[in-house]
Nanobody, 116 residues
């Protein structure tokens, strides 16, 4: 079965940085684009970043452009999200996602809290 497990969240101060990881299994990882989403309390889940099959290109939401880098290691079946210059507005549960045959698969999420 498709299985996604996020990790790396925590409590950070404004201006700090962290790297989230998503370990994937149950599908041919290097055949699919991967995405990171986030959802803050009371808000809709929003797309943060997407990376293509081989890690050659990526797209970012305007809210994180310039501060985030999505990457993947296809030898480890893992996708990463580096977030720099963290802001309180980055506080959310972060999820990784893959679309396979019109079905979206999600991890359990990892909490990122940015507060002084």
């Amino acid at each position: 079965q498709v299985h996604l497990v996020e990790s790396g969240g925590g409590l950070l101060q404004p201006g700090g940085s962290l790297r989230l990881s998503c370990a994937a299994s149950g599908f041919t990882f290097n055949m699919y684009a991967m995405s990171w989403y986030r959802q803050a309390p009371g808000k809709e889940r929003e797309l943060v970043a997407t990376i293509n099959y081989h890690g050659e290109s990526a797209n970012y939401a305007n809210s994180v452009a310039g501060r985030c880098t999505i990457s993947r290691d296809n030898t480890k079946n893992t996708v990463y999200l580096q977030i720099n210059s963290l802001q309180p507005e980055d506080t959310a549960v972060y999820y990784c996602q893959v679309l396979i045959l019109l079905q979206a698969y999600w991890g359990q999420g990892t909490q990122v809290t940015v507060s002084s």
